[in-house]
């Protein structure tokens, strides 16, 4: 079970850090991303690390001030989160992507965390 945590209510300018890890499986090779998703939008890639975090993606919007990271040996994914906008404010979700590597198909991820909520205010 995955389980994402590390939200929580910030200004704007501030930062979070949000962790992923999983009870009962490991996710080791497997690529990870992060989701997000605001109240009245639909749910919307925001990062992804491939099995051994040689390969990153990020969406437009978060590009420079978002950082992904993992360890494997830890069974975690973290998502540093910089100069926080209130735009950045929603329901932040890690899932577990099919295969090794990571995209921005929400389709192609097996497993989701519940969600941690992040607000920024402004």
């Known amino acids: 079970q995955l389980q994402a945590s590390g939200g929580g209510l910030v200004q704007a300018g501030g930062s979070l850090r949000l962790s992923c890890s999983a009870s009962?499986?490991?996710?080791?090779?497997?690529?990870v991303g992060w989701f997000r998703q605001a109240p009245g939008k639909e749910r919307e890639f925001v990062a992804g690390?491939?099995?051994?975090?040689?390969?990153?993606l990020y969406a437009d919007s978060v590009k420079g001030r978002f950082t992904i990271s993992r360890d494997r040996a830890k069974n975690t994914v973290s998502l540093q989160m910089n100069s926080l906008e209130p735009a950045d404010s929603a329901v932040y979700y890690c899932a577990v992507h099919l295969s090794a590597y990571a995209n921005r198909e929400q389709d192609r991820y097996r497993y989701w965390g519940q969600g941690t909520l992040v607000t920024v205010s402004s």
């Open positions: 009962g499986r490991t996710f080791s090779n497997n690529g």
């Open positions: 690390i491939n099995w051994n975090g040689g390969s990153i």
